[in-house]
């Protein structure tokens, strides 16, 4: 995919910037800070919620993280969504969903990258042909954090982790959703139909999984998951959402982890709530079999024009 062929598919998606805002897990977290109306009644046990989250993690960035929100310039995130607490799995896991989030208040926009996480990339102790979701598994979320850092070559300020479990826990506190499914198909059990389908706590890991009878891989999931973190992000601002404010801190607290302070939180909520003008890109492979196994390949042109939007976006490139 040529540069010229990137920045179209940029554009194409920007038509959708209002809803795929929507799916930024970082919004599970904003949200409670930039809504008064919960944080007059609820600041007390949203702080405790928060910090319960908050997890340090070492990182290469050569910039203070603090310093950058706290001055109100361009910061980034690495969203990760581990596939721990899926159908019971207990062990570190791997990262499902790994996204590059950039929020710059100057331009009013928050740009939002995609990356496959069976991207193929080097590992240092580890060989070259790993997969890129691998890092977390050799390494946790620092290294995860700083694999992302030197693979796409900007800094990376901060992280947010939730794992699976934590959609379940979030569709039981919330209540079932309507989602605009594309493509009828079967996964553990459930059918899927073409069209509107209701998503609830029983069906909604079957949903999200589900990527072998989907011509487009792990791209197609990407997707369900997106749709899926729509529905209860916009429950949460109805009375509803409010009257069951505690399941959904518990459920938080419980699955998430960031290295992002509540005096951060409050800082962005004040500084960076106009940043809501989005755009999604997707970094873009081809699939290829390396001894057997599964690989997105991603041309160094990808990755270059990649770089490019996010060091624009982080105003590196003044």
Known sequence: MSEQEVHRHHHHRIKKKRRILKICIIIF???????????AKVYNETKS????????VKNKSERSASRTISNGKPFSILL?????????RTYTGRTDTMMVAVVNPNTKK??????PRDTEIAIPGHG?????????TYGGTSMAMNIMQSYLDVPIDHYIEMNMGGLVQLSSALGPIKVDNDLDFDSIGYHFKKGIVNINKNNILAYTRMRYQDSRGDYGRQLRQRLVLEGPVKKIATVQGISSYKDILSALSSNMKTDITFKEIKTIATKYRSADDVEQIQLQGYGKMIDGISFQVVPQKNVDAVTKELRTALELNK
């Open 29 to 39: 977290i904003l949200f409670f800070v930039a809504s008064g109306v919960i944080i």
């Open 49 to 56: 919620a928060i910090d319960v989250t908050y997890h340090k």
């Open 80 to 88: 990760l969504g581990t596939d721990t607490g899926d159908y019971g």
């Open 110 to 115: 928050t740009t939002l990258v995609s990356i």
């Open 128 to 136: 070259f042909e790993n997969k890129i979701n691998s890092a977390y």
